[in-house]
């Protein structure tokens, strides 16, 4: 057995939202085998998406510490660890976060020691694959969340001449929870919706009022609406008009409720799970929850259900008002990675042990090679690197914030302050400018 096996294994993971802190804390977990005893550090990457301590609780995963960064302060940390302290470092960021701390993390390291690169996507892959696939290439490991996935995404590194060996076969790592056994008693309906699908009024009114209808088509049924956060709260994608606003000041059913908290507990209760695109449509298939994907604003790239064909899935809120119940296609749910046939179990054994054999590879490892270089995208990289406060040999700009030294407290006060300034802006005065704008 490699020593990496079970000794004690550091992991960090730089998130910036909380779905993604979500998925690389929960990856990071099934990343490291059993056997080993493993510390876990957080970092939160300073943006208009950190999340809050509420919405860090609801996703329930403990870290033995947390801190907020700057991109320019972790890299800091990374270059400052003399002792090269963690054995896996989990990228779970934006396309271009990952690309730039890649090449951030390359000037730090050099040559050097250092850890194991893992990055990836937090569900479904239904847009900018090529554009994101390469922000992503120089990791030691790219995880596709499904068979169908990881074929995608070799077939486009080795389209551009970009070394492949790096995607590897896992599965969404926070599915599970016990199969569905059966009707509730009260049979229970849950709309899950997204922070920016559909990405206007008219549509998300329309989606909120079939909800509503639904509930008073069906008094015998309990109706939930499950958000994703509260007025004010970022997610991976900005809410400029949560449902909440939406349903305030309606004449709502007595069978109709809204409720926050961790998906998982939610879905063990429902009894139809239906969406327009939500990761949590293969949640609920993971269980084999009845789910319903929504046809009603057409089966388009733009609200990510285009995903869903074949599945057996998608359906309207008339055929769900009349009793329909979808059943899912068994050879396309095998294809992603959803494994309701029980083989979730082994799903990450695959890249556990590619981390070991990294991890116990004589010499060390290689430095990152990330396929954009100054050389190879001249006219795109180095902007990437700027947003960062990075040049485009990846070390940081004079001036960057925090680049010399760590944030003291009055920092600390200001930068808070100005965060909920901007998220204040972007969530109540930008979309009135906009409705201003159209009159």
């Known amino acids: 057995m490699p020593a990496s096996a ?88 934006v396309g271009g976060g990952v690309q730039a701390m890649l090449h951030g993390l390359r000037a730090a390291w050099g040559s050097g020691k ?157 009894d139809l799970l239906v969406t327009v695109s939500s990761t949590a449509a293969l949640e609920a298939l993971h269980r084999r929850i009845p789910t319903a994907v929504l046809t009603d604003l057409g089966v388009r790239e733009v609200l990510g259900n285009h995903h869903f064909t074949g599945s057996g899935c998608l359906a309207s809120w008339d055929q769900l008002d009349a009793g329909h119940r979808p059943v899912p296609d068994e050879e396309w749910v095998a294809r992603q990675g959803v494994a309701a046939d029980g083989s979730y179990a082994t799903a990450f054994d695959g890249a556990r042990e590619r981390i070991a054999k990294l991890l116990d590879r004589p010499g060390g490892l290689p430095p990152l090679t990330p396929y954009y270089t100054p050389e190879t995208a001249p006219g795109y990289l180095p902007g990437i690197l700027a947003r960062h406060h990075l040049g485009p040999d990846g070390v940081p700009l004079p001036g960057a914030p925090a680049a010399d030294k760590a944030p003291g407290p009055v920092r600390q006060i200001v930068r808070r302050a100005a965060r909920g300034a901007y998220r204040h802006g972007v969530q109540r005065v930008a979309p009135v400018i906009r409705r201003m704008g159209e009159l």
């Open 114 to 270: 250092r850890p194991v690169v893992v990055t990836g996507y937090v569900g479904v892959v239904y847009e900018k694959l090529t554009d994101g696939l390469l922000l992503r290439h120089g990791a030691d490991l790219v995880l596709a969340n499904s068979r169908h996935d990881a074929d995608r995404f070799r077939a486009v590194y080795e389209g551009v001449g970009a070394d492949a060996s790096s995607v590897t076969e896992v599965a969404l790592p926070f599915l599970g929870g016990e199969p569905y056994a059966g009707e509730h008693e009260p049979y229970t309906v849950v709309f899950a919706v997204q922070p920016s699908v559909p990405d206007n009024r008219r549509d998300r009114t329309y989606l909120l009022n079939r909800l509503v209808e639904h509930a008073r088509k069906h008094p015998e049924r309990e109706v939930l609406l499950k958000l994703r956060s509260k007025p004010g709260e970022h997610t991976t994608h900005i809410e400029e008009l949560p449902y909440q606003k939406l349903a305030q000041g309606q004449d709502l059913p007595v069978n109709f409720r809204l409720v926050y908290g961790h998906m998982g507990e939610v879905l063990d209760r429902t």
């Open 6 to 93: 079970t000794k004690s294994l550091r992991v960090a993971v730089l998130a910036d939202s909380d779905t993604r802190w979500k998925w690389g804390a929960l990856t990071a977990q099934r990343l490291t085998p059993a056997a080993a005893e493993v510390r876990l550090d957080g970092y939160l990457l300073r943006g208009r998406a950190t999340p809050t301590a509420r919405q860090l609780k609801e996703v329930g995963v403990q870290a033995d510490s947390l801190r907020e960064v700057t991109g320019v302060e972790f890299l800091r940390a990374m270059s400052e660890d003399p002792d090269n302290r963690y054995d896996v470092l989990v990228l779970a960021l």
